[in-house]
């Protein structure tokens, strides 16, 4: 930042030091041109002198105090400063050579020399013009001298505010970020412990679920092996129940053809009934024709008694066997549709068993596969609060020495406006030594000026008085550490 942007209104110790009839924005820098004023011959201090042509000693060191008050706190600026010191030289070899030129066309009263005054009106002007720019260049670094005092006096109080605020929080804001630190350490750790617990509490469930799983698994594997078991034994059933059928059949066809047998046999058994009664006929009329009738029909009764007790014997048999063979078929068969219709039943029971085994295991393992994805989300959602509480506690500690670097800068700096005032006091007191010593220097010269007079000569004794007043000005610049500047 350059001291000259700086805008701000003029101090009022500045307008307190400057409550003499002098302009604010020249005084300061009119003080450090009146030894160069004084130098300078009576009619070409013009509007550079001030109201009376001799300050006193005792006023001078009373507006020097009155800039010491106005300027407690202002920087080394040698932009500024060392500007306005330089011009010192300048203006004390404009007016000594000025004088130099102005003593060979002058003459004083009593001392015989003449003075040509269109030189010196010429000359003059030129020194009024630069007079004036000067005076314009000097009152706006003077602005700009106001300008940065005000803005050293508002950072002073910025500084002091800070200052006040660094104290504060030295004595507060520590123990309160360690309150606050372990507040967050508290709420960390009663958070890890009961996530910890949530997790031990699922892992519990997880193996509980896990040990259900593999008992549902070993039931699985026993109703398995019981299904594969009644399907061997319905297989070996339907093998019974097709060795049954078969039977049946056999002795379905059997009865078939007994009863074909049967029918057979009645129809011989009629055939050779009826061939005996024909031979007994034949025979019974032979033996009419021969001998008296015999009595035929009992024996033939008995005999048809014999054959038909024997046929129904037979019958009645073949029957009974046929009964009990086919009664034993059916229970048989009966047997075989009851186990048939109990190994459907319970394959049946199997499946449905099955597919409840297999919705249930579907449904442990989908209540698996949440909790396993619950905890997944749970550990990364803990990672990430713990990332996220450790990168706070970074950011605290980082924000707690940026503070303390803070701190530090502002200490440093105040030390620094510290040592500033201190070398501006310094300064003052040296400005001080030397304008005091400018005025014992000058103070003789000046009240010899004052008691001259002028008169006219002619061309020729101009020229040779100026080959007579020639004189040699030497102007020593000597400049030491601070930027000062002393003149001899």
């Given at each position: 930042m350059?001291?000259g ?13 400057t ?58 600026d040698q ?15 404009l ?24 030189l ?32 050293v006096?508002?950072l ?19 123990t ?14 009663r958070?890890?412990?009961?996530l ?5 509490r ?36 339907r ?7 078969l039977?049946r059949?056999?002795?379905e ?7 074909e ?27 009419q ?13 008995d ?82 609060e ?27 700096e ?5 040592n ?69």
């Amino acid at each position: 930042m350059q001291f000259g942007d700086l805008k701000a209104p003029v101090s009022p110790a500045l307008r307190r030091a400057t409550s003499h009839g002098t302009p604010a924005s020249h005084e300061p820098l009119v003080r450090l041109l009146r030894p160069v004023r004084l130098l300078l011959p009576p009619d070409l201090r013009l509007g550079l002198r001030p109201p009376r042509l001799a300050v006193p000693l005792r006023a001078l060191r009373a507006r020097l105090r009155l800039l010491q008050d106005g300027l407690p706190h202002l920087r080394d600026d040698q932009e500024l400063l060392v500007p306005e010191l330089l011009q010192l030289p300048r203006l004390l070899l404009l007016g000594l050579r000025w004088r130099a030129a102005a003593g060979a066309s002058r003459s004083y009263a009593g001392l015989g020399e003449t003075l040509d005054f269109g030189l010196a009106d010429a000359m003059n002007q030129d020194f009024l013009q630069t007079r004036t720019n000067e005076k314009a260049e000097l009152q706006h670094l003077n602005d700009r001298f106001a300008s940065y005092i005000e803005k050293v006096r508002f950072l002073e109080q910025q500084n002091q505010t800070l200052v006040v605020e660094i104290e504060r929080l030295r004595a507060r804001e520590p123990t309160r970020v360690a309150d606050m630190y372990e507040d967050e350490m508290r709420d960390l750790r009663r958070q890890v412990e009961a996530l910890t617990n949530q997790r031990a509490r699922v892992e519990v469930e997880r193996d509980n679920l896990a040990d259900d799983l593999q008992k549902l698994k070993l039931r699985l594997q026993e109703e398995i092996l019981q299904k594969d078991e009644a399907e061997n034994n319905l297989a070996a059933f339907r093998a019974d129940v097709d060795a049954a059928t078969l039977a049946r059949l056999d002795l379905e066809r059997r009865i078939e053809t007994l009863q074909e047998e049967i029918a057979f046999l009645k129809r011989i058994h009629e055939e050779d009934i009826r061939e005996l009664q024909a031979q007994m006929q034949e025979t019974q009329v032979q033996v009419q024709m021969d001998m008296s009738k015999p009595d035929l029909t009992a024996a033939l009764r008995d005999i048809r008694a014999q054959y038909e007790g024997i046929a129904a014997k037979n019958i009645s048999e073949a029957e009974e066997w046929y009964k009990s063979k086919v009664s034993d078929l059916n229970q048989a068969v009966t047997k075989n549709n009851d186990a048939l219709r109990q190994a459907k039943q319970e394959t049946m029971e199997f499946r449905h068993q099955i597919q409840s085994y297999t919705c249930e295991i579907d449904s442990l393992k989908g209540t698996n596969e949440s909790l396993m994805r619950q905890m997944r989300e749970m550990e990364d959602q803990h990672g990430r609060e713990a990332g996220g509480f450790q990168d706070a506690i970074a950011r605290l500690e980082a924000e707690i020495a940026n503070m303390k670097d803070e701190m530090a800068r502002h200490l440093r700096e105040y030390q620094d406006l510290l040592n500033v005032k201190m070398a501006l006091d310094v300064e003052i007191a040296t400005y001080r030594k030397l304008l005091e010593g400018e005025e014992s220097r000058i103070s003789i010269p000046v009240q010899a000026y004052s008691s001259l007079s002028f008169r006219e000569t002619s061309p020729e004794h101009q020229r040779s008085s100026e080959v007579h007043s020639k004189k040699t000005v030497l102007i020593k610049t000597i400049e030491t550490r601070d930027g000062e500047a002393s003149y001899e």
